[in-house]
């Protein structure tokens, strides 16, 4: 009897030795919600430097393809990151609440994009009009990655936002577009 109680002791130590702590959840959302949108900004620099390439000469056909590249990569995003479970704290409640008030505040440049280029105005207008969308949208993912890391001080999310891989590539791209 004694020796199957140690047995069993043995064994219930040894499954708790290199298990899950937990961390690993919060981290891989975290890499989850950083690479959906490390993508959207790369897909962001790709479309203002394809407006920016094409200078004074852009014209409707260029405004409209940069919007359609928007529109796609952001709805992606939002739906992307909307479909995502966060981790079952109240910060990982506090992260969805987030990232659904930034994918309100992303639909909304959407619109104004798509006003400017609905509208009459000429073309080096609705130029201005959707490079400023395009900054103010950006400026908000910077904004909410921001109050993501800063959710949970000294927590396991927090933690997770500063050591996921993707989290660190989303924070360079970040740090080039504010410098």
């Known amino acids: 009897m004694n ?22 959840g919060s981290e891989e959302y975290a ?32 405004l409209k393809a940069a919007f359609d590249d928007a529109k796609d990569s952001t709805e992606t995003m939002i739906r992307d990151l909307g479909e995502l479970d966060p981790p079952a704290t109240d910060a990982g409640t506090k992260a969805k609440s987030e990232l659904d008030s930034l994918g309100s505040q992303l639909q ?9 280029l609905n509208g009459s105005a000429p073309p080096l207008t609705q130029l201005s009009t959707i490079t400023a969308a395009i900054s ?11 109050e ?6 000294a927590g396991e999310l927090q933690d997770a936002f500063e050591n996921a891989e993707d989290c660190k590539t989303l924070s360079d791209q970040l740090d080039e577009i504010g410098s």
């Not at 140690?6 to 690993?24: E, K, Q, R, T």
């Not at 950083?34 to 790709?46: L, Y």
């Not at 909304?108 to 400017?116: H, P, S």
């Not at 993501?148 to 001080?153: I, R, S, V």
């Open 148 to 153: 993501l890391k800063g959710l949970d001080p």
């Open 136 to 146: 103010a949208a950006t400026k908000e993912v910077q904004s909410t990655y921001n």
């Open 31 to 62: 890499n989850t919600v950083c690479g959906d949108v490390s993508s959207w900004v790369a897909d962001m620099q790709d479309t203002v430097k394809s407006l920016t390439d094409a200078g004074l000469s852009t014209d409707q056909d260029d």
């Open 108 to 116: 909304q440049q959407l619109d104004t994009m798509e006003q400017a």
């Open 3 to 24: 020796r199957t109680i140690g047995f069993l002791a043995v064994v219930l130590l040894l499954a708790g030795c290199g298990g899950d702590d937990g961390s690993s």
